[in-house]
C-alpha cells in the first residue's frame, strides 16, 4: 500500500530544514518572510494579486477591476490587455536573455535541439502565422495532439500569440478519445505529426487523426497540420492536411502578439470527472499567466543560470504551467525530454540530468517509486552534482519514496517541494517554498501566499487538527479555472455545491480528502470521488465503465482502483456478461485492448473480473466501496446488510 495512512502521518516527525545556503539565495528566505507575504495576502489578496501583476507581467493596458467575483464566476484584471506568448517570448528578447537556451529538446533516438529565445520567438511567429494562414482567428480552438517535440510547445505559443484557445490532447489517447474532443470543443485546425516515439515504438499519430476525422466524426475541422517528426509514410488529404515544412515557406517570420482581454479563452484542456465525459477546463489569460509565473519563481526558485526540467507531458496539465508558460514567463531554459523510462534504458532520466547539468528536476511519485525497484546503483552511476532542488506532483508521495529522492537523487542537499494542485486550479496551491519552509516527507507543506486552503467537512466548518476532511479553497485565486466548456452548470454543481454556500460564501471543492496537522501543514490522502489516479494519470470509473459496456460482451461493468506499489492505483473492472458470452482468459484480453482503443493504453484496467452480478444496494446502486475492499484482496467487513443478494459476494470473491 503506498498510499498514506492515517497512522503514517500521525506518526511521521521527521523535519527536513532549508539548508542556509539555499535560504540565503532563495527568492523568499525564511518561514518569516512566507507568514508575512501569506498574512499581506489574506488581509487584502486583491491587492496582493495586483501588486504581483503590475511587477511581473506586461500589460499593453492595464485592468479597471482585479476581480469581478459572481460566485461561483470570476475575473481577473478585467479591462486589462495582454498576451502571455508576449510574456514568454518578446519581453525577454530586448534583454540578454535574447540568446539564451529557452527550450532544450532531448528526443528519444538520441536527437537533440536547442532553441534560445530569439530562435523560439521566431518559429512561433511562422507558426502563429501558418495558423493564420489555415484560416483560425482570434476565438477559434486548435486542438494540438503531439509528441514531445519542441512543435508541441511553439504550437502552444502560436495560438496564444493569436488569441485562439488550444486544446492539447495527450498523444497517448486514443482515436475515439480524439474525436470526442474535437467535438466538444468545436476545433477547428489540429495540429499533430506523422508519429511519435514512446518507448521504443512510434506512435502513428496523424493515423489517430484520420480516425477521428473519418466518416465526418469531427465536422468542424477544416485543416489538419502535421510536422514530420518520424518519417513514416502518412495519407495527406487534399485540401485538408498540410505539412508544416511546406507551410513554413509560404509564411513571414513577423507576426505581432494580439492584445487579448484579461479574460480571454487562453485554453481547454480536459480531465476526467465523477460523472460523465471528461470535462473541458477553461483557462483565461491574464490570471494563468500571473499564476503560473509567480509559482514557477517561488517555488521552483530559478536562477538566471538555472536549467529547469518538468518530466511531464505537455498533454497534461503539469505540461503546460511547468514546461511551457511558468518557465518561460519567467525567461528560464526549460527541458523537455521526448522520451520516458523503460527497462531498455533504465537511467535516461539521470544520463538527461548529466548531459545539460540539470539544477531543478520536478517529477512524479510513480517515476521516483519505479526508479526504487530498478534499484540505486542507476541513479549512483551518474554525476547528479548538478542538483539543487527537487519537486513532485501528481498523487500523495510515500515518506520512504521521499526518503529516497532525498537521499539518492538529491544527495542529501536538495530540499523536496511536493506540490498538491490540479487541473482545475491551473497552478501549484499547496507546496514548499524551498528556502523557506521546513518540510515534512509525505506533506504537500502550505498553502501558497494568496490561497486560503482549508480542511473542511460537508457542511464547511474546519475540521480539528489532524482529523480528516475534504480540500477546499475559501477564496478566488488567479489561476483558478473559469468554467466547464460548454456547460456552466456542470462547473457549479462538480465543484461549488458538494459544499453547500453559506450566506453567498461560495467554497472551492477540489474532490481530495486531507488532513491539516498541529503546524498547519496538510497532508493529501487522494481523490475521495470515483476518480482513480493511475501512475499519476486522472481516470474517471464512469469513462472506463461506458468503455467496456460499449462493447458487445458486456452487460455492466464497475471498475475501482486498486492500491499498487509502483503506480499508486491500479484499475481492476467487475464486468458481467451479456447472455450468449463466456468468461474466457481471451476475453479478458479483448476487453483490455478494448479500452486502449476507446480511450488509450493508461485507462485498460490492470484486472478484469467476470461476475454473475455485481453487488448494488436495494436502491439499486453498485456498491463500490465493497467493490474496492473485494480488489484490494482485504476481507470485507462492516455493513454488507443493504446488499440486496449476498451470493454475489461469495462468486466475486471467488473469482480474485
Ligand atoms: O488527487 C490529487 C492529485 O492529483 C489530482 C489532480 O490531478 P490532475 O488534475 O490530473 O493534475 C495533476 C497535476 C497537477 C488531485 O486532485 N495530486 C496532485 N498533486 C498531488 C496530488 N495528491 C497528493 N499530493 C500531491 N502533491
Not at 256 to 269: G, Q, R, T, V
Request: proline residues 6%; hydrophobic residues 40%.
Amino acid at each position: 500500500m503506498t498510499q498514506p495512512t492515517i497512522e503514517s502521518i500521525l506518526q511521521e516527525k521527521r523535519l527536513f530544514h532549508p539548508p542556509a545556503e539555499f535560504s540565503q539565495a532563495a527568492q523568499i528566505r525564511s518561514l518569516e518572510e512566507y507568514q508575512n507575504l501569506y498574512d499581506q495576502a489574506k488581509a487584502n489578496p486583491e491587492q496582493f494579486w495586483a501588486e504581483l501583476a503590475e511587477q511581473e507581467l506586461h500589460w499593453f493596458q492595464k485592468w479597471d477591476t482585479v476581480l469581478d467575483w459572481q460566485p461561483p464566476f470570476a475575473q481577473w484584471f478585467v479591462g486589462g490587455k495582454l498576451n502571455i506568448s508576449y510574456n514568454c517570448l518578446d519581453r525577454h528578447l530586448t534583454t540578454w536573455r535574447k540568446n539564451k537556451a529557452a527550450l532544450i529538446w532531448e528526443g528519444e533516438p538520441g536527437d537533440s535541439r536547442t532553441l534560445t529565445y530569439a530562435q523560439l520567438h521566431r518559429e512561433v511567429c511562422q507558426f502563429a502565422n501558418a495558423l493564420k494562414q489555415l484560416g483560425v482567428k482570434t476565438g477559434d480552438r486548435v486542438a494540438i495532439y503531439m509528441p514531445m517535440i519542441p512543435e508541441a510547445a511553439i504550437a502552444m505559443l502560436a495560438c496564444a500569440r493569436i488569441g485562439a484557445a488550444h486544446t492539447v490532447v495527450f498523444g497517448g489517447f486514443s482515436a475515439e478519445a480524439l474525436k470526442d474532443r474535437l467535438v466538444d470543443a468545436e476545433v477547428k485546425v489540429v495540429v499533430t505529426a506523422d508519429g511519435g516515439w514512446r518507448k521504443d515504438v512510434v506512435v502513428p499519430l496523424k493515423a489517430q487523426v484520420d480516425k477521428a476525422l473519418a466518416n465526418g466524426g469531427a465536422p468542424n475541422v477544416r485543416h489538419v497540420l502535421v510536422v514530420r517528426r518520424t518519417a513514416q509514410e502518412v495519407e495527406m488529404e487534399q485540401d485538408r492536411d498540410r505539412w508544416w515544412h511546406e507551410l513554413q515557406q509560404e509564411v513571414s517570420v513577423d507576426c505581432p502578439a494580439e492584445p487579448m482581454d484579461s479574460e480571454a479563452m487562453l485554453f481547454i484542456l480536459y480531465t476526467s470527472g465523477t460523472t460523465g465525459k471528461p470535462k473541458g477546463v477553461v483557462h483565461t489569460t491574464g490570471g494563468y499567466n500571473l499564476f503560473t509565473h509567480i509559482t514557477t519563481k517561488w517555488i521552483f526558485d530559478l536562477k538566471d543560470t538555472d536549467v529547469y526540467w518538468c518530466t511531464a507531458d505537455v498533454g497534461w496539465i503539469t505540461g503546460h504551467s511547468y514546461i511551457v508558460y511558468g518557465p518561460l514567463s519567467n525567461g528560464a531554459t526549460t527541458v523537455m525530454y521526448e522520451g520516458a523510462p523503460r527497462p531498455s534504458n533504465p537511467g535516461c532520466f539521470w544520463d538527461v540530468i548529466e548531459k545539460y547539468g540539470v539544477n531543478v528536476f520536478y517529477t512524479a511519485p510513480t517515476a521516483i517509486r519505479a526508479f526504487i525497484k530498478m534499484g540505486e546503483e542507476i541513479p549512483k552511476a551518474r554525476n547528479l552534482s548538478s542538483l539543487r532542488l527537487l519537486g513532485t506532483v501528481g498523487e500523495p508521495i510515500n515518506p520512504e519514496a521521499w526518503m529516497w529522492y532525498h537521499r539518492v537523487i538529491g544527495g542529501e542537499r536538495c530540499p523536496i517541494v511536493d506540490t498538491w494542485w490540479q487541473t482545475e486550479t491551473g497552478g501549484i496551491m499547496i507546496s514548499a517554498l524551498p528556502g523557506a519552509i521546513p518540510t515534512k516527507p509525505g506533506s504537500a507543506t502550505l498553502p501558497f501566499p494568496g490561497i486560503m486552503a482549508q480542511v473542511v467537512d460537508l457542511e464547511g466548518s474546519p475540521v480539528a487538527a489532524n482529523a480528516g476532511g475534504y480540500l477546499s479553497i475559501q477564496h478566488p485565486w488567479p489561476g483558478m479555472m473559469r468554467t466547464v466548456y460548454g456547460d456552466p452548470e456542470r462547473f457549479r454543481k462538480s465543484y461549488w455545491e458538494h459544499i453547500p454556500p453559506r450566506d453567498g460564501r461560495y467554497v472551492y471543492f477540489a474532490g481530495d480528502g486531507a488532513r491539516c496537522d498541529q503546524d498547519g501543514y496538510f497532508w493529501v490522502m487522494g481523490r475521495i470521488d470515483d476518480v482513480i489516479n493511475v501512475a499519476g494519470h486522472r481516470l474517471g470509473t464512469m469513462e472506463i465503465e461506458s468503455a467496456l459496456v460499449s462493447h458487445p460482451a458486456v452487460a455492466e461493468a464497475a471498475v475501482v482502483g486498486k492500491p499498487d506499489e509502483v503506480k499508486g492505483q491500479e484499475v481492476v473492472a467487475f464486468v458481467t456478461l451479456e447472455g450468449t458470452h463466456s468468461a474466457s482468459e481471451d476475453l479478458k484480453k479483448e476487453l483490455k485492448q478494448h479500452v486502449g482503443q476507446e480511450i488509450g493504453a493508461i485507462a485498460r484496467p490492470g484486472e478484469i473480473r467476470f461476475a454473475d452480478a455485481l453487488p448494488k444496494t436495494r436502491s439499486g446502486k453498485i456498491m463500490r466501496r465493497l467493490l474496492r475492499t473485494l480488489a484490494s484482496g482485504e476481507a470485507v467487513s462492516g455493513d454488507t446488510s443493504t446488499l440486496e443478494d449476498l451470493g454475489v459476494l461469495e462468486t466475486l470473491r471467488k473469482e480474485g
